[in-house]
């Protein structure tokens, strides 16, 4: 029996993109210095790490298909933040957007680190971009790291 998984600490083959919102500015800045420090604590270069600002969450997902479109680019971390207002408009953004980003990511058959913070208060994501609960930032570029190296491997095996 062949066990695969991406813990290993393989190098990188190829670039990898960060989609970062503007939006909520604190927030997304937080996570996505966690995020560039983890991509670079996992061995990959900083130059083939490739940052793109987008206005907010809803722009995600069309910098992500653009990345995603470049044979350079092995996985994209995407990070955002949106926090519930006096309307359901967060609602609708979270589900649009998350379900985008799925599809590229399947569509082109690369991996993506979901970084979209969708919470209650500022307090909320506060705490989840570096506060009491951890860094998503550093959690969605983790995850990306482990899901490109399990790619690699099981190509290398297939």
């Not at 800045?29 to 809803?58: H, K, N, Y």
């Not at 993506?112 to 307090?123: A, S, Y």
Request: hydrophobic share 45%.
């Amino acid at each position: 029996m062949k066990t695969f998984d991406g813990l290993s600490p393989t190098p990188i083959d190829g670039s990898v993109a960060v989609v970062a919102s503007r939006y909520n500015a604190s927030i997304c800045d937080s996570m996505l210095e966690a995020a560039i420090a983890t991509l670079r604590e996992s061995g990959l270069d900083p130059q083939r790490i490739l940052v793109t600002r987008v206005p907010g969450a809803w722009e995600l997902c069309s910098a992500t298909d653009w990345w995603m479109r470049s044979a350079r680019v092995v996985g994209v971390v995407t990070l955002g933040c949106v926090i519930r207002g006096e309307t359901t408009h967060d609602q609708h953004i979270n589900r649009v957007v998350s379900d985008s980003l799925m599809a590229l990511s399947l569509e082109y058959d690369l991996p993506l680190g979901f970084g979209l913070l969708t919470c209650n208060t500022v307090e909320q994501a506060i705490q989840r971009s570096g506060g009491s609960v951890g860094n998503k930032g550093h959690e969605a570029a983790e995850a990306l790291v482990e899901m490109i190296r399990l790619k690699q491997a099981m190509l290398v095996q297939a």
